[in-house]
């Protein structure tokens, strides 16, 4: 284990090198690890289960980069400033009033669909474009870091993407020694909203059922914890743990699930279809999953509460779940709050 100061260091200097890295602190740990990989030897590739960190995109029909554990570095998190950012003031949503008009017309036109089609439900998403200087990552990384103990956060550097930030509060996946634990989480309300209403409630459902059924196929004893309310940044989600015993590699049951409904919708390609013809972004990776993976374990999280920054930009992605039971300006202030994740450690 190296000092806090000379592992963003190394960040800084491998960032200059061009010598592409991930850096990532596991929910409820103040371990943080690098892994690097050797400079020109991370290309673009479809799933595969060679091993190493790895990281998907939204389309199962794009590739995403693996990292393998070539070389590691470790530190404590210095969260000696956790206090003071987690009570830092939010960022005006007024920065994107420009897009609040076009995203209200759209979420409307999808609970219409919604209310006379077989769709349940559409997750949408908006990015966010803020000026940001690349050469800041490490104090981005750091703000993030000290602000999210209990999430996943990463930083993911390759010369061709830029970096990748975010703090998600979501596992996709979990395999070890053949038991499977994945989650339901969907539903989102401020911290200062006492009882969670009938979207909300729909929303966890439509998910979790939909999780349950495609897994299935691949899982033994497949049961579902008690559902709960679990707390990500400002806001809370619901969410359910599903735990089961397993005989499939993590591959087979990754090209079952993702995308889930908790990204994209019920019935799943209905909800992708709409996605494309919706959406004027490319999600990329937003809302897939990264993390580690071999040939028979795993432990991959969605990219969620995440942001692409590149030269003088920030694309910071943001998308909620749309029901038949959504009010458009409802939707629109849950986006705003679950951006505060990224703009907090952004925007000074």
């Known amino acids: 284990m190296i000092s806090n100061s000379l592992f963003f260091s190394k960040l800084n200097a491998f960032h200059k090198n061009e010598t592409p890295f991930v850096a990532y602190k596991l929910p409820d740990s103040n371990i943080l690890t690098l892994n690097i990989a050797k400079k020109d030897t991370v290309s673009p590739i479809f799933l595969k289960d060679d091993p190493g960190f790895i990281i998907m995109p939204f389309s199962p029909k794009k590739k995403g980069y693996l990292i393998p554990q070539d070389k590691t570095y470790s530190t404590k998190v210095d969260s000696d400033n956790s206090a003071f950012w987690s009570k830092k003031n939010k960022i005006k949503s007024n920065l994107f009033f420009k897009q609040k008009k076009t995203y209200l ?5 999808i ?24 050469n800041n990552f490490s104090n981005y990384f750091q703000r993030l870091l000290n602000s999210n103990p209990m999430a996943f956060c990463y930083l ?9 930030i975010g703090a998600s509060p979501e596992t996709l996946l979990t395999i070890k020694d053949k038991k499977i634990t994945t989650m339901a989480l969907a539903g989102t309300k401020t911290r200062a909203v006492s009882k969670w209403g009938k979207k909300e409630i729909l929303e966890q459902k439509i998910v979790q ?3 349950q059924k495609d897994l299935i196929p691949y899982c033994k004893s497949l049961q579902a ?3 709960h309310t679990s707390k990500a940044g400002n806001i809370d989600h619901l ?6 015993i397993t ?4 591959i087979e049951i990754l090209s079952a699930i993702h995308p889930t409904p908790a990204v994209a919708g019920v019935p799943k390609n209905t909800a992708i279809s709409i996605i494309e013809e919706k959406e004027s972004h490319d999600r990329s990776f937003y809302s897939g999953y990264l993390g580690f993976i071999n040939r028979n374990n795993c432990r991959l999280f969605v990219n969620l509460r995440c942001a692409q920054i590149k030269k003088n930009q920030a694309n910071v992605f943001v998308g909620g779940g749309i029901t038949k039971d959504s009010l458009p300006e ?15 450690a952004i925007c000074i």
Not at 156 to 164: A, D, K, L, R, S
Request: with cysteine; glycine share 2%; hydrophobic share 30%.
């Open 105 to 109: 017309k759209t979420i409307t036109d």
């Open 330 to 344: 409802k939707e629109w202030e849950e986006i705003m709050e679950k951006s505060q994740t990224i703009l907090r």
């Open 209 to 211: 059922d939909e999780i």
């Open 156 to 164: 993911f550097y390759h010369p061709n993407e830029g970096f990748w």
């Open 247 to 250: 005989n499939s590699k993590p």
């Open 111 to 134: 609970i219409s669909k919604i209310s006379t089609t077989e769709l349940n439900k559409l997750v949408y998403s908006e990015c966010f474009k803020i000026d940001a200087n690349e």
């Open 239 to 244: 969410k359910t743990i599903l735990t089961g």
């Open 225 to 227: 914890q008690k559902t």
